[in-house]
């Protein structure tokens, strides 16, 4: 949370206080009604999250600097990417309300710099040869519904567009973007500062350095390891995202800039129906879980939704608009998919800013109802084997304790044998996978 100058400037009130992973907002409309008339709004309400950080003032003894944000939330982004799962953070706020400073940070200090010196500190882990890593990263901006690569330079020296694509099983990607293998911290610096000096800003009424385009730092980490003597790879992608400043159309602006800002708020808008549309799904998956208690995990994918109107009595989830956008498409597996993810909200606590404010953390909260199904992006095999080896080790315990309770012989020997058989099977496949890698 951010005190723009702006607001500073306005003499603007403060309206939200935070008291460890609560935040308050007070509506001060609701404060100045002494006139005896009934007003329907609460006074204040009260947001609970996992983490609620208070940066308004770095004078300010509760000020949360960046490297404390990162701590918390950069802990949890390392241990998933170690892991092998996909991660995604994101900020979400008004225009001007520190979205950019939380994501990219500033030239003394970039955030995005946190992560990547904690992936390549643990580099120094793998000293036993039985591991390596690489880490190579991206940077793309969606600039009025268009791709380009931050990180690679045009021929012609004119913007050129890049094109999105889905793959079946990893999710939508861009088509040609430029990777970049680095090694360290500096080498980070570099390509962060040659992309924010391509990304596109403007002055706004509000904001006098506006993000006018969508902008996604990509890590691909890559672990190397040597599992069950069998060489494979187990793979992260973390998408750290910085959403342009939206903003009211302003009649003074020219064309260029009206398109501009009306391409943002049509990406904005439909990243806000998708977070809704998810949290209501996510909402009545888990309602119906818990409903139907014997209902399976291999089922649980099937479970409809009530909301949605149902055809001949039977429900389904509402339809997610991923591709209405470019930002909510190539985001699609961060949203609602293969991917844990952080959402920021940035919001400013002066009362001029009340609305925005309010709708900023109602996002936030139905945010928190998402389920997203994160898995290892690990080699097929690999992961084939590890299972089959488990279940072979269940198996064998339950041989053992068949042979102790060994008191109806004719029914345990047929139990024995097929539990037998079973251990077999499942070596024999083991050995097969290993002939054919
Ligand atoms: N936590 C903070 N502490 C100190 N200054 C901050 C903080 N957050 C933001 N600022 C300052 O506030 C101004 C606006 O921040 P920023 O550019 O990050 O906003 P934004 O939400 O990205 O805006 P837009 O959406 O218009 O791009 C910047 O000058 C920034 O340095």
Redesign the pocket.
Not at 95 to 102: H, L, N, P, Q
């Given at each position: 949370m951010?005190f723009?100058s702006r607001e500073s400037a306005e003499g603007g009130r403060v309206i939200v206080e935070v008291d460890d992973k609560v935040a308050t907002v007070r509506n001060i409309k609701a404060d100045s009604r002494l006139d005896g008339t009934w007003d329907s709004r609460e006074k204040t309400v009260a947001f609970s999250f996992d983490y609620c950080y208070w940066?308004v003032d770095?004078e300010d003894p509760k000020y949360a600097s960046q490297e404390m944000v990162f701590q918390d939330l950069g802990t949890s982004v390392l241990s998933g990417a170690f892991r092998g799962y996909n991660i995604c953070l994101f900020a979400y706020?008004q225009?001007?309300?520190?979205?950019?400073?939380?994501m990219m940070g500033?030239p003394v200090s970039y955030t995005i710099c946190f992560i990547l010196t904690g992936l390549f500190s643990r580099k120094d882990d793998y000293s036993d040869q039985t591991a390596s890593c690489r880490v190579k990263v991206s940077f793309l901006e969606i600039y009025n519904e268009r791709v380009r690569d931050l990180l690679k330079q045009s021929e012609h020296k004119k913007p050129y567009t890049l094109r999105v694509r889905e793959h079946p099983e990893t999710g939508p990607y861009v088509q040609g973007l430029s990777q970049h293998l680095v090694t360290d911290y500096k080498q980070v610096v570099e390509l962060l500062e040659e992309g924010i000096a391509k990304r596109i800003t403007a002055a706004?009424h509000i904001?006098n350095?506006?993000?006018r385009s969508h902008a996604i730092f990509t890590i691909h980490y890559t672990q190397a390891i040597l599992e069950n003597n069998l060489p494979s790879e187990i793979a992260s992608k973390i998408n750290l995202v910085?959403l342009?400043?939206s903003e009211r159309a302003n009649p003074s602006y020219c064309k260029d800039r009206i398109t501009e800002g009306a391409n943002i708020n049509k990406s904005l808008v439909t990243l806000g129906i998708v977070i809704s549309t998810l949290a209501q799904n996510s909402q009545m998956f888990s309602s119906c879980q818990s409903i139907n208690t014997l209902t399976s995990e291999g089922e649980s994918s099937h479970v409809d939704s009530p909301s949605t109107g149902s055809v001949s009595g039977t429900r389904r989830p509402a339809y997610i608009p991923y591709r209405d956008s470019i930002l909510t498409w190539l985001l699609k597996d961060s949203l609602g998919g293969n991917s844990k993810t952080i959402m920021i909200a940035?919001i400013s606590p002066a009362s001029s800013s009340y609305n925005e404010t309010m709708s900023t953390l109602r996002y936030a909260s139905n945010a928190k109802n998402i389920i997203n199904k994160p898995r290892v992006n690990e080699d097929a095999n690999v992961r084939l084997i590890r299972e089959l080896r488990e279940e072979i080790d269940r198996l064998k315990t339950m041989l053992i304790s068949f042979e102790l309770r060994n008191s109806s012989p004719s029914w345990s020997d047929d139990r024995d044998g097929n539990l037998t058989e079973l251990v077999l099977q499942n070596e024999m496949k083991v050995r097969m996978i290993y002939m054919l890698l």
């Open positions: 951010c723009v940066s770095p706020g225009t001007g309300s520190g979205k950019t400073y939380t500033t706004t904001h350095a506006s993000s910085d342009a400043g940035t």
